[in-house]
């Protein structure tokens, strides 16, 4: 009945299967889905599904745990707009070095799209070599949370060109 009355048609097979999954045991967290209200109001939700058992360690049903991130998501939204509109080439990386942002600016500049470098790492496939591990090291104070304000480095362009950014 939960995901036949509030569920949308293109998330009820998924949503159900993660209702399942937990019913059998297997937990899932933090799986994002849009949730409608008694209003029609459509929020998006991440969820926890955890199995929920008796004394005995018998299943007997599922606790789900979810979040409105539907406020979160509008400005996740509005940040990649800002990100991807501005005046200047910007990136980031995850904790991995791998690429997960990179504007329009950035591509006009270097010459690869943003589906040509998402996952890659940056350090190892756009620095020259021989600046790779002075690179690296300001990438990782960044992470560290150190500021790393005006850090000037080559980058090298689809054409093989190295720039200074």
Do not use: C
């Not at 993660?18 to 045991?25: E, N």
């Not at 940040?79 to 990386?93: E, H, M, T």
């Not at 890659?120 to 690296?136: C, D, G, K, M, Y």
């Amino acid at each position: 009945y939960l995901v036949e009355q509030f569920i949308t048609d293109e998330f009820k097979t998924v949503v159900q299967a993660v209702l399942d999954q937990a019913l059998h045991g297997a937990e899932t967290a933090n799986f994002e889905f849009p949730l409608i209200t008694k209003a029609g109001v459509r929020l998006e939700v991440l969820l926890n599904a955890t199995t929920r058992r008796d004394e005995q360690g018998n299943v007997i049903g599922v606790v789900g745990i979810g979040q409105d991130i539907t406020g979160r998501i509008a400005q996740e939204r509005e940040y990649s707009k800002l990100i991807d509109s501005a005046n200047a080439p910007i990136f980031g990386v995850d904790t991995l070095g791998k690429v997960t942002i990179w504007n329009k600016n950035a591509h006009k500049l270097v010459g690869y799209s943003s589906e040509e470098v998402m996952g890659q790492n940056l350090v190892e496939q756009f620095i020259s070599p021989e600046h790779r591990a002075r690179v690296q090291g300001v990438i990782d104070q960044a992470i560290e949370g150190e500021e790393t304000a005006n850090f000037e480095f080559p980058l090298m362009t689809k054409g093989g060109v190295r720039l200074e950014v």
